[in-house]
């Protein structure tokens, strides 16, 4: 079939689903910091919440869209949408599985094979900066402008040691192009050790060093300077209301996707299973069998009166996933999908969890872990790894 | 397909250029300048030269315009004024850039021919691989001479900066 027609299908696949899920992400990052914090979260738009980002979405579109005096107009009003379409263009070079055939049609699940992808995110994760820088030096608000210096000065000195520990794998794999870094991740050592950078490349420190990268490079806590609300307001968003408060919003959490997409890529073997294939075609079966049992069985003895209807609903919903997965010819193709973005989700839920444990770093501090300590353990580690492929590679 | 990108991005280009020039404001003009990088690294894709695409998307308006915009936004430069003290440039400066432009564009047409492939030095390909495996051997000496020279400039930076904190 046509390349450019098997792309749009891909793309108005994978557009929506991402949006979907930066909605979605947030739902499950208020429920786990609640439950972190021994609370509940959202519970009442829907059953347990659900209908919560919907209800969000709504209530966005509806607000009024209020622009403070003195702003520069076309740079406010532009700043969110740059960094929203930085974040979201990111999703063009993740590969999500190896060339599958679809009805017939052969293709890679994924939209773009460049081969120089890893650059492409690199050079987006840059230009990211001028969302945030303009939206705060346009506000005409010195805690924004306070918030857009801060992260200026962090996403620039944070890309150093984030570009130095993804050089490592790019190493090994001897190419910029993400889905050759996973293909060479393939196979398993000694019949049970996954064949991924982080355990048989001993990349384990350059692993480190670009997760904390990659807190810093997201705003995250325990990196979120540029919006410290008890410091800054709300950083480099505080004038902003209505849907463009919510494009940088969409923005943070689709840079967080991007950033948990390559270091599964690079790092954990992309779509490439924990264990021998053998296993690992039945494990989500088994994954979402075993959440459709236990719905059922905490629906027959309902904590909640309303969870008598809810949990037995999910887990009808769960065991079709769990048939789906056993189905010959579709089943192969969702098992890829599984696995890679049951490693995003787990890195994902690794961010959420961060954020519900530690404090915020003061600044001196902040600037003084990228300068003096990630940066010389991303060189060091570099230098190893180069090392260690020039004398042990075929 | 590749004629229309070409255009469209070297109208941008273009356009962007001018804006720069134009604007009263620094931060617009560093803007437009952000923009003609952009479209330049279009361009060197439209050319095959992909590495130098990205290199261009990374350090040229990932890093070094970030910097840019972060000092003209800590000094809080403002919109400039017109003066009208520069005579000579008011009256000659436009005929002088016609003539720059005139006498580039004969140059550029009579030097080079429309049928050669671009080829630049040694390098004959613009992938990732191909653009390092020149630079590691070809040109081991220049790549080697110029970071130390980035290193002195490194150096000499950070030795002015030292002196102002005393």
Known sequence: ?394 | MDLVLFLTFALIAVACGLNMALQRHPVSSALSLIGVMVSLAVLYVLLGAEFIAAAQLVVYSGAIMVLFLFVIMLLNAGAEKLTKKAGTAHFLGLPLLLILLGLSSWVITTATSHAKPVKFGAFTAGGPREVGWELFTHYVLPFEVTSILILIAIAGAYRLANKEMD
């Open chain 1, 1 to 394: 079939m046509d390349y450019l027609l098997v792309s749009l299908i891909k793309m108005a696949i994978i557009a929506p689903a991402l949006l979907a899920t930066l909605a979605y992400i947030v739902w499950v990052e208020r429920k786990v910091i609640a439950h972190v914090q021994l609370r509940v979260g959202p519970y009442f738009v829907g059953p347990h919440g659900l209908l919560q980002p919907i209800a969000d979405a709504i209530k966005l579109l509806t607000k009024e869209d209020f622009i403070p005096s003195g702003v520069n107009h076309f740079f406010y009003w532009a700043a969110p949408w740059l960094g929203l379409m930085f974040a979201v263009t990111g999703i063009a070079v993740i590969p999500l599985g190896p060339v599958v055939n679809i009805f017939g049609v052969e293709t890679n699940l994924g939209l773009a094979d460049l081969n120089i992808g890893l650059l492409w995110i690199l050079g987006l994760a840059g230009m990211g900066v001028y969302g945030i820088a303009l939206a705060g030096w346009s506000s005409n608000n010195k805690y924004a402008l306070l918030g857009a210096m801060r992260s200026a000065a962090q996403m620039i000195s944070y890309e150093l040691p984030m570009a130095l520990a993804l050089a490592a794998p790019l190493l090994m794999s001897n190419s910029l192009n993400l889905r050759e870094v996973v293909n060479t991740q393939a196979g398993f050592v000694l019949g049970f050790v996954p064949n991924w950078n982080l355990f048989t490349g001993f990349q384990i420190v350059g692993f480190v060093v670009y997760m904390i990268c990659a807190f810093a490079e997201t705003n995250r806590i325990p990196f979120d300077l540029p919006e410290a609300e008890n410091e800054l307001v709300a950083g480099f968003h505080s004038e902003y209301s209505s849907m463009k408060f919510a494009a940088f919003f969409m923005a943070e959490y689709c840079n967080m996707v991007i950033v948990c997409s390559v270091a599964t890529a690079l790092y954990l073997g992309g779509w490439h299973p924990i264990v021998p294939p053998t296993i690992a075609q039945f494990v989500p079966s088994l994954v979402f069998g075993g959440a459709a049992a236990l719905l059922f069985f905490h629906g027959m003895n309902p904590g909640r009166p309303t969870d008598r209807y809810s949990f037995p609903v999910f887990g009808a919903i769960m065991g079709g996933l769990a048939v789906l997965f056993l189905l010959p010819g579709i089943g192969p193709i969702l098992n890829h999908l599984f696995w890679f973005l049951g490693k995003v989700g787990f890195l994902l839920f690794f961010f959420i969890w961060v954020r519900a444990t530690l404090p915020r770093f003061r600044y001196d501090q902040l600037m003084k872990i990228a300068w003096l300590f990630l940066f010389p353990v991303a060189l060091l580690n570099l230098v190893l790894t180069a090392a260690g492929v020039t004398l042990f590679s075929k």
